[in-house]
Each structure stands twice: as structure tokens, then as C-alpha cells.
């Protein structure tokens, strides 16, 4: 199945309105982006839903950077 016909692309506007609302409500605007890898990185595939392994697969050049950015 191509990627931008795929289910998870039709569905993309709703998540990202999905996150959206719950941005508006972290009471601090450096804790979104950390909240939008993590969200993104429990949907993507793979076994281990742990910081590292979703780090490493949303920003595969920036492993340590991203998990501590997730992390903290």
C-alpha cells in the first residue's frame, strides 16, 4: 500500500488536531514537541514502546538528543 494512501496518512489531520488539544493544556510550550515524539513514537512500528527505541526510530541521526528531549 502506498504510504500517502495508507490508512495512518488519511488519519494524519485528525492526530495532529488530536494533539493540538492536548498541547493546549501542558501549561508550557517546551513539553510540546517532546509530547508530539512520544505520541508519534507509540504509533509507529515496533515491539518496544520504551524512549530509546522510539527515539532512535523517529530521529535515527539524533538518537540521544531526541530520547532526552522525550525523557525530560
Known amino acids: 500500500m502506498d504510504r500517502l494512501n495508507s490508512p495512518l496518512a488519511a488519519n ?3 492526530f495532529a488536531a488530536y494533539l493540538k ?8 510550550a517546551d513539553r ?17 514502546k520504551s524512549i530509546e527505541p522510539m527515539a ?3 530521529a535515527p541521526a539524533r538518537v540521544q538528543a ?4 522525550m525523557h525530560h
Open 12 to 14: 494524519q489531520p485528525r
Open 21 to 28: 488539544a492536548l498541547s493546549g493544556v501542558l501549561g508550557h
Open 32 to 48: 510540546i514537541a517532546p509530547l508530539k515524539a512520544y505520541c508519534t513514537g507509540l504509533l509507529l512500528p515496533g515491539a518496544r
Open 56 to 58: 532512535a526510530r523517529i
Open 66 to 69: 531526541t530520547h532526552q528531549a
